[in-house]
């Protein structure tokens, strides 16, 4: 968890105004956290192109559709040799021309680079969103409300029941229920889509009482409602094996984090001068805690764009995470370019609002004095 | 009170008897499909799709499985049924350089063609069928598809090629071991040395399916005669660029697994020798290291362009080219995979043999529930609207043709068993060949003549004039007139422009038929906006052969259609479809293509895919997204202006009465149905979910024909056959033999029979003689003379029964051991 830092002026130095203070840590931090999105970004276009080797097997790939495009095509195989030949060149030609690999891949990924950071996201090369547009725009647009909406409310679903059980049990420590977390927090070794088969196979194969995956009975209901009712009855698969695939290690880690804040010095000095233990609870350990609980909380929010692969495909989910790992299969680079920027602008944004957040909640945080309390 | 009860027994009969009648008319009387809709959800797990089926969820899956244990599990169940195809198959590319890589000390043994051959005896297909593939594939040594008609018409020589080269590891080794002391490399401690280091074999091996384990077996093989193997594993990505981009010569690999597929009963199959073994099949760099021998070049290249007079020319062409290819072996065809389309049992379904249930024409026009009319069928695909639907550049993903085929019609239909067009909306068709082309006919829809020339009139279009927006005729462009091979007379139904409606409520006009030929023309024109360069290639290979065609009569429809392309089947020149508007990628009523037009025209969105990337701008997708604002735009437009295509040349077939009629119909079908898919098929779009990926179709109750008439197509009508005779013949003496072909227990009907022969090999396997078996009653009967027994050596023979079917085109095999005894 990440954990609040405090930023120092030079001892001896000459003491800024506050606001100048607070400025001038800001910028700092805006620009290392715009070179860390422009090292990470272009290192992506990189890998996502293999340093440029994936120009070679798109280039094959395109070989290998006209072979087999001219292989099933009777009337093609019937034309004489050299027309043929001349027709699956020009059809190798326009794919290359349509795809970009006329251009040498160094100058296309500066491209990339620079229409990514100003968020063109532009056109993707091979994919197409769900209702047919080429824009990457819209393959994100199209996939993120069912994204957010299963991954969301798992995400907040489980953050506030792991943070309330966890002080529960933290108030228990050693009572059975806590010996009974702590047993079954291994079982959170195995991932969302394994609980998902299991569930599937009793509650929709066995039992037959929800559906086998999906977003909406098909067809889709008329109403409103009852379209709303019918997505709910679908998302309780999915929740249930998120919830199962974390929930007992979350609420461990959380009470086991409470309990060392419970053992502090001030704690101690709070409960020995007699101030009551709701009080003690949430002001000498909910607060000093709450940086680590926001920055996981915010994490968690922007991870849930990012959605689940596995689990989407088990339930046939339409996420992005499908999505993205369609794009990573037919190596889109404009797609997987603009998912990857959307994500590290959203994760700085956080970052630097988590900085901020940290001084507003946080007493102990104070900037550019050296520590001073 | 016993009156009161007669009386209502009375009264019941009566309204039995009366209803009955009634009944069993609106049944007679129902039009299109059997089912009052399809709903299409996605599903790409074959397990899950099992279960789903299992638990009723689903009714049928439009995928394939060919995982031996899912397989087994569909055709145990009792809930469901299921249908097997056969258009997958695999090989081992070799590499024909060398035998020395240049530039390397690295030996080739592959450019060796007597070692390319000996791994036919190396390699046991049966093995790769029945144990790697658990059953669920077809051994297969030539280039031919075991399911397809050409080798129904070959299947003695098949059979006898097989037989030659059936698994022999013993004699692979004798040859290999032969042919690579010949190359100077040396045998020591069990492994093949040259020039003093081992020989290694870079083996390619795909990993997506069961190539993987086929390419383990095979290497164990070639390490168990001697050579080192280098095993890379890869998907597509990672081998292609080595095996079919880069220059062979190079030597960076030896053999590859190769993966085929065929979507559709291909009737002829004879280019593949000139496509898979000759540097004329494609530019590749692999393909032009190609070096077969004289003989076999010159043949491929004969089948390929028909050089041939008659069918008995070409079997005995074709007869030749199996064995060289065979002797040639770039490619050693290993097997062919049964894939299995598994769907409810309460469900009827037609499949094809090549293309399965998604690759299927008729299941719109056939699936239904048993006993019953009515009911919502739910169907699971793989994917659903991966990709935009336009009739002219949508996706051409298989599984969003299966949904989109059950949208439109066709002048005539592929047979799903074997291949031959049946009519739809064609009455007959009048075909004439040019003197000496071997084209015969099976269907009597269908006349066939012979002319010693055929030429082009001259008034049949030849071309399109962008500017002017006029057809070119062949006096303008050919005034010293032109020739054609083949001229079809195309005789549709009478009654097809009061019959055939558009789903939107509109009746097809001959604008849309000739919308369709202007646009062929338009869209290679550089100066026009409707240009495509990456319709050029085909557009171009169309010229090739194309001659011309003219309207002989508009109302009722007869067309004639001029070309130098031809085919052995008269059925398949018929070029109905070229009358008929349904594009590439759906059907086109003038008045939705009309949209795409002015939208592309103006530069707001593009048909196809290339022209969208070059233009920086949307693909036109007629169901779903953000082009169907900017079709809202152009239809408003369009009706405002009463807006007719190409106005100067269709205005004398699209009066502006019937414009006004198409515009005001078509605002409501969008209103209604959220789309512009407009189509003539069994089913029209309901409604699409594009996200939740969801289709629903719904019964076309306009469309004009019966349910009943495809209800003749079931199950392939593949025969049984077995043969019964003497476990002992004495040679010089007459033996006769019982062939039995029957279908499901009843004997096969012998008018549906083309043939039944028969192979006699002697106990070294050699063809002793072959003929064909004669009907007797209701067996078919062998008699092998004293002369052809005496010719037979001592031991075990073996009799081959071959029977090929008119009504599928898979055949049948059976055998029958019998001992020769030496005569006394």
Do not use: C
């Amino acid at each position: 968890m990440a954990q609040a830092v405090a930023v120092t002026a030079p001892r001896g130095g000459v003491r800024q105004h506050p606001a100048a203070r607070v400025l001038l840590y800001a910028v700092t931090r805006l620009v290392a956290l715009l070179t860390a999105v422009v090292v990470g970004v272009y290192l992506t276009i990189l890998v996502a192109n293999m340093g440029g080797y994936v120009d070679q097997i798109k280039r094959a790939e395109i070989r290998e559709q006209v072979a087999l495009a001219v292989s099933l095509n009777e009337q093609m195989q019937r034309l004489p040799a050299d027309v043929r030949e001349r027709v699956a060149e020009q059809m190798i030609r326009n794919e290359e021309r349509r795809l970009g690999l006329d251009r040498p891949f160094l100058s296309r990924s500066v491209g990339y680079l620079r229409d990514a950071l100003l968020l063109r996201l532009g056109f993707a090369e091979r994919m197409t969103s769900d209702t047919g547009s080429r824009l990457v725009r819209q393959i994100i647009l199209d996939r993120l409300p069912a994204t957010l909406l299963l991954f969301l409310s798992a995400q907040l679903l489980l953050f506030f029941a792991s943070v309330a059980a966890a002080l529960a049990l933290s108030r228990r420590y050693g009572s059975p229920a806590d010996r009974l977390v702590v047993a079954l927090a291994p079982t959170s070794a195995a991932p969302a889509w394994f609980y998902g088969i299991f569930l599937i196979l009793v509650f929709a194969a066995g039992l037959r009482w929800l559906p086998f995956g999906g977003m909406v009975d098909a067809p889709p209901p008329e109403g409103k409602l009852a379209y709303a009712a019918s997505v709910l009855k679908h998302m309780v698969l999915p929740l249930a094996s998120l919830a199962l695939s974390s929930i007992f290690l979350s609420v461990y880690a959380w009470r086991t984090f409470f309990l060392i804040f419970s053992s502090e010095d001030y704690v101690e000095l709070a409960r020995a001068k007699g101030l009551p233990g709701r009080l003690v609870e949430r002001r000498y350990i909910l607060r000093p805690a709450l940086p680590t609980i926001l920055t996981s909380f915010a994490l968690g929010l922007i991870g849930a764009w990012t959605g689940a692969i596995v689990l989407e495909t088990v339930f046939n989910w339409p996420g992005l995470g499908r999505a993205l790992y369609q794009a990573v299969g037919l190596y889109d680079t404009p797609v997987i370019v603009g998912s990857t920027i959307l994500y590290a602008y959203l994760l700085a944004v956080t970052v630097f609002a988590l900085d901020i957040v940290y001084a507003v909640v946080d007493p102990r945080v104070k900037v550019g004095l050296g520590g001073e309390r | 009170m016993r009156r009161t009860w007669r009386g209502k027994v009375w009264a019941l009969t009566w309204v039995v008897l009366l209803a009955l009648p009634a009944a069993a008319g609106a049944q007679a009387q129902r039009v299109g499909a059997w089912v009052d809709g399809v709903v299409a959800v996605e599903e790409p797990s074959d397990a899950a799709a099992v279960r789903r089926l299992e638990a009723n969820d689903l009714h049928a899956w439009f995928s394939a499985t060919a995982n031996p244990e899912i397989a087994s599990r569909i055709r145990q169940s009792r809930a469901l049924r299921s249908a097997v195809s056969y258009g997958l198959y695999h090989e081992l590319t070799f590499n024909p350089v060398g035998p020395v890589f240049p530039g390397t000390e690295r030996l080739n043994p592959f450019a060796v063609p007597r070692i390319r051959e000996a791994m036919n005896w190396l390699v046991d297909r049966r093995h790769i069928a029945q144990e790697i593939m658990g059953g669920m594939g077809v051994p297969r040594w030539l280039p031919i598809n075991t399911a397809f008609p050409d080798y129904a018409r070959l299947a003695d020589v098949a059979r006898r090629l097989e037989i030659r080269y059936r698994h022999d590891p013993e004699r692979a080794r004798s040859v290999i071991t032969e042919e690579m002391q010949k190359l100077g490399a040396t045998l020591v401690g069990g492994r093949w040395q040259f020039r003093g280091r081992p020989v290694s074999i870079t083996f390619l091996i795909r990993v997506e399916d069961e190539r993987r384990q086929i390419g383990d077996y095979v290497a164990g093989l070639l390490e168990g005669l001697g050579f080192v193997v280098e095993r890379r594993y890869g998907r597509a990505a990672d081998l292609n660029p080595l095996w079919i981009v880069q220059d062979p010569a190079e030597g960076r690999w030896h053999v590859y697994t190769g993966g085929w597929i065929s979507t559709v009963i291909s009737r002829d199959q004879a280019g593949n020798f000139d496509f898979f073994y000759t540097k004329r099949g494609l530019a590749r760099p692999l393909w032009q290291a190609y070096r077969p021998s004289p003989e076999f070049d010159r043949l491929a290249d004969r089948l390929n362009k028909r050089d041939f007079r008659s069918v008995g020319e070409r079997a005995r062409l074709m007869a030749r080219a199996l064995e060289m290819a065979l002797q040639d072996s770039v490619r050693l065809w290993l097997v062919e995979r049964q894939s299995v389309w598994p769907w409810r049992a309460e469900l009827e379904l037609v499949g094809d043999l090549a293309g399965g249930l998604s690759g299927s024409f008729f299941w719109p026009y056939t699936v239904r529930f048993r006993g019953r009319a009515g009911g919502v069928v739910r169907i699971g695909v793989p994917s659903i609207l991966p990709e935009p639907w336009n009739p002219i550049g949508g996706s051409n993903w298989i599984f969003d043709t299966t949904l989109y085929r059950a949208t439109q019609d066709y002048p005539l239909i592929a047979n799903p068993h074997t291949g031959l067009p049946e009519r739809q909306r064609v009455e007959r068709v009048e075909i004439t060949v040019k003197q000496g082309l071997p084209v015969t006919k099976s269907s009597d829809w269908v006349q066939l003549r012979f002319a010693p020339t055929i030429r082009v009139p001259e008034d049949a279009i030849i071309g399109w004039d962008s500017r002017a927006q006029r057809f070119v005729t062949v006096r303008e462009k050919h005034p010293q007139g032109l020739e054609a091979l083949v001229k079809s007379t195309v005789y549709f139904e009478r009654d097809l422009f009061r019959k055939v409606q558009w789903h939107d409520g509109n009746r097809l006009s001959l604008g849309d038929i000739l919308l369709s030929w202007i646009l062929t023309f338009e869209r290679a024109d550089e100066q026009s906006p409707l240009f495509d360069r990456s319709y050029v290639p085909s557009f171009q290979s169309f010229l090739e052969t194309f001659r011309g065609f003219r309207i002989v009569s508009e109302d009722p429809l007869v067309a004639e259609f001029y070309s130098t392309s031809w085919t052995m089947d008269a059925e398949l020149m018929t070029a109905a479809g070229s009358f008929w508007p349904v594009y590439g990628f759906g059907p086109g009523p003038w008045h939705t293509v009309a949209l795409g037009i002015r939208a592309e025209a103006a530069g707001r969105a593009a048909f196809t895919a290339a022209k969208a990337s070059e233009k920086k701008v949307e693909r036109l997708n007629y169901v779903a997204g953000p082009t169907l604002a900017i079709l809202d735009r152009e239809l408003e437009a369009a009706r405002a202006e009463n807006y007719i295509p190409f106005e100067r040349a269709l205005g004398r077939w699209i009066k502006p009465e019937e414009a006004r009629q198409r515009w005001r119909l078509l605002a409501a079908w969008r209103a209604g149905r959220g789309h512009y898919w407009v189509g003539m098929g069994p089913f029209l779009l309901q409604r699409v979910s594009p996200v939740e990926k969801i289709v629903e179709l719904r019964r076309f109750g306009r469309f004009p024909d019966p349910a009943t008439k495809w209800l003749r197509f079931g199950e392939p009508r593949l025969a049984s056959v077995s043969v019964a005779g003497p476990r002992q013949v004495t040679a010089g003496s007459e033996a006769a033999f019982e062939i039995r072909v029957s279908e499901g227990g009843k004997p096969y009907p012998p008018q549906d029979l083309q043939e039944v022969k028969y192979l006699l090999f002697n106990a070294r396997n050699e063809l002793v003689a072959q003929g064909r078996a004669q009907l007797v009653g209701e067996v078919w009967r062998v008699v092998l003379s004293r002369e052809v027994t005496s010719r037979l050596t001592p031991g075990s023979n073996r009799l081959e029964a071959v029977v090929v079917s008119k009504v599928v085109s898979v055949p049948s095999f059976a055998s029958l051991t019998f001992t020769s005894l030496p005569a006394r």
